[in-house]
């Protein structure tokens, strides 16, 4: 990442409508101290090299704060919106959240509380919430995250709507009240689906895969955290793709396919790697950690751990630190120093019941009650485990309950109280079975066939030893499935359903392809990039369009060339990729010219004007945009001309070219007024009618600005 990833502060005022040298004339005098102190923050302030990620934007920041002081909500909120030149390209407030500044936004988002719109607020809620999540502050997360819920509805905002559910079925998850996680995400990807929410759809599939995981369905988790790899990929999002790969790892490590898990979290530690992602990469540092557990590399194990928690704690979060210190925990218990592992277990307990993960509270105490009874303590071992069961069976954790029943078998069995030791073991291997954990399954076998032998019963011992031996076996070659969608329709486009489309359209590209017509050929690619477009995944409709022109060309076809073109440009406008847009529409802009048509022609300029208006080059902008009056007066759209004004005026003024900008602004009063005359002709007042005109004309005379005939 560069050193300074924040904008030109001198551009930037620009964009917020701040001229450094006309303060005094622009605020009043009791404000004026703080937009000087927001100019100088934004203009003088210069990180050093070695400036923490939270120093390189502190200019901004501190910027944000002197506008606050005097209620300045607007700019205060495009502060922290401004894109910043990181790999990731968030927005400022999105940044901070990757880099682990959670603190610091909830006083950001506080001080917005309540100060912009309805809708806005429901944001603001959301991001609040995000933030408590990540702080591992669970019931301040649902609180919020209930509020933007009640919002979104209340304003029909579907996708918020889902977002809320997502976010609440993930507090929930790590209460560890699973069946309140599955059905929130479940809506959540219902909602998603019916509002063709591609991103959504991935996000829910990858949070139903988690609640699976915690529950110990392995196989169930695998299939939608396949689901969610395979939407990641098609729409280009990293941060999900390195999520659904890290749940892959996750859950064929459980499944004992280390090979499989190791190659998963890696793919998933090179992209958050890349994405400058603090909490994706710690989260996969901790799942290589799991893998070399299971290996038995011990010391490779606790280098990842520790890793791990040094990230957690240098982003200030509270739930990753208390996984990293319980992993490091399990790694010392494993490697048999005992009383590091008890130390490491407790430091993970305080932080598990300081943010009250209750999941990790169970997983926790049934680490301690191993770790009591390697050293023979096994009163407190028992007291531990009985304390994990109580807690799973609360929160339905299946597969914690069938752990700390194993627990507890493990425990009697050395008090060689072998008929409750069987009991146990009986009682986790039910468990396994229902929620289909096979690991777990062999486990409890394998601990039954240990019972039955000190019982001095070898033929039942070895009867559950075999058992457990050919579960071993089978589950040593694992495979996960994907499925994709297939093609689409018009019909089914029109009416919304894009997914249903992308199936027929699918259809009609094979056939095709199969006859062998190019011509036929350049219709479902067209089609299926359209409907990709209207799902917003701009990638995979880049990829179609950009076929689609490639077949153009190649048979002469002019008119899909031009149809392919325009895609093209709006494609990568969506995607905020201006200089290609501008590429493929100054392409379609030769076509249409050479087709003659002055509508068409005057949406492509405009579009080229909005292209260079966005990348701050207002000179070009304005070039493309006075191209655009001049045929939007040829075709007489009067309401389009208007717009298009404005745009120039907003130009100008950025550009401090007040004079234009003023000139623009009587171009447009003389709009109004042909308007106002056209009105009063219509109930008969002509005498004011013929007075409007003659203000309009007198407007448009002195600027050389020809005017529409109708006042002539």
């Not at 208390?322 to 218990?333: D, E, F, S, V």
């Not at 079975?433 to 409890?444: V, Y």
């Not at 369009?545 to 002469?556: D, F, N, P, R, V």
């Not at 003024?653 to 234009?660: E, F, G, S, V």
């Amino acid at each position: 990442m560069t050193t300074n990833p924040t904008p030109s502060g001198e551009l930037f005022l620009i964009q917020l409508g701040i001229n450094p040298s006309n303060l005094l004339a622009d605020f009043p005098g009791n404000q004026l101290d703080q937009y000087i102190a927001v100019v100088n923050w934004l203009k003088k302030y210069k990180p050093k090299l070695d400036a923490t990620n939270l120093e390189k934007v502190k200019g901004y920041l501190e910027a944000f704060y002197h506008l606050c002081k005097v209620e300045d909500w607007y700019r205060g909120g495009k502060i922290i919106s401004i894109r910043l030149d990181t790999p990731t390209n968030k927005q400022l407030h999105n940044q901070l959240s990757i880099w682990g500044y959670n603190k610091e936004l909830i006083d950001l988002y506080n001080k917005l509380l309540g100060n912009l719109s309805f809708a806005l607020d429901g944001v603001i809620r959301e991001n609040l919430g995000n933030a408590y999540y990540l702080l591992g502050n669970y019931p301040q997360a649902i609180n919020f995250h209930q509020q933007h819920l009640t919002i979104a509805r209340e304003i029909g905002d579907r996708k918020g709507e889902g977002t809320a559910l997502g976010n609440l079925g993930a507090a929930y998850c790590l209460l560890g009240n699973y069946p309140q996680t599955i059905n929130f995400h479940q809506q959540h990807l219902t909602i998603a689906r019916e509002i063709g929410d591609c991103k959504g759809e991935g996000s829910a599939l990858g949070d139903i895969g988690l609640a699976y995981r915690s529950l110990g369905d392995y196989p169930q988790a695998i299939n939608f955290y396949q689901q969610s790899l395979t939407i990641a990929r098609e729409i280009g999002h990293r941060d999900g793709e390195g999520s659904a790969l890290t749940g892959l790892g996750l859950a064929y490590n459980a499944l004992e396919d280390y090979p499989q898990a190791f190659n998963f979290h890696q793919q998933s530690l090179t992209i958050f790697r890349e994405i400058d992602d603090r909490h994706g990469e710690a989260s996969a540092l901790g799942g290589l950690g799991l893998v070399c557990d299971a290996l038995r590399d011990y010391p490779q194990a606790i280098n990842f751990h520790q890793q791990h928690l040094t990230i957690a704690r240098e982003i200030g979060d509270r739930n990753g630190e208390g996984i990293a210190l319980g992993n490091l925990g399990t790694a010392y218990l494993l490697l048999g120093d005992y009383p590091q592992a008890i130390n490491y277990l407790q430091q993970s307990l305080i932080v598990a019941r300081e943010i009250g993960n209750r999941k990790d509270e169970g997983s926790v105490l049934a680490g301690l009650g191993g770790g009591y009874r390697s050293i023979k303590n096994y009163p407190q071992a028992i007291n531990c485990l009985q304390q994990s069961l109580v807690i799973a069976r609360e929160i339905g954790d299946r597969k914690g309950e069938a752990t700390a029943l194993g627990g507890l078998g493990n425990a009697y069995l050395l008090l060689e109280n072998y008929p409750q030791a069987i009991n146990f073991y009986q009682q986790s291997l039910s468990i396994a079975r229902e929620i289909g954990d096979r690991k777990g399954e062999g486990t409890a076998l394998g601990n039954l066939g240990a019972g039955y032998d000190a019982l001095g019963d070898y033929p039942q011992a070895i009867n559950f030893h075999q058992q457990s031996l050919t579960i071993a076996r089978e589950i040593g070659d694992r495979k996960g499935e994907g499925s994709v969608l297939g093609n689409l329709g018009l019909t089914y486009h029109r009416l919304g359903d894009y997914l249903q489309a992308i199936n027929f359209h699918q259809q009609h590209l094979t056939i095709a392809r199969e006859i062998g017509d190019r011509k036929g050929e350049e219709i479902p690619l067209g089609n299926l990039g359209a409907a990709y477009d209207a799902l917003e995944d701009y990638v995979q409709a880049i990829n179609f369009h950009q076929q689609h022109l490639t077949i153009a060309k190649e048979i002469g076809d002019r008119n899909g060339e031009r149809i392919a073109l325009g895609n093209l440009g709006a494609a990568y406008d969506a995607l905020e990729d201006y200089r290609q847009s501008i590429n493929f529409d100054k392409q379609h802009l030769i076509i249409v010219r050479e087709i003659g048509d002055l509508v068409e022609e005057s949406k492509i300029l405009c579009n080229l004007g909005n292209a260079f208006n966005q990348l701050g080059e207002y000179t070009q902008a304005i070039s493309f945009y006075q191209q655009t009056l001049t045929v939007l007066q040829t075709i007489r759209d009067s309401p389009t001309e208007e717009q298009v004004i404005i745009k120039i005026i907003n130009c100008y003024r950025i550009l401090q070219n007040y004079k234009k900008a003023i000139d623009f602004n009587q171009y447009h009063l003389a709009i109004i007024l042909k308007k106002t005359a056209n009105l009063y002709e219509k109930v008969g007042e002509y005498d004011l009618a013929f007075k409007y005109c003659a203000r309009a004309l007198s407007i448009v005379t002195e600027l050389g600005i020809p005017l529409t005939p109708e006042c002539q």
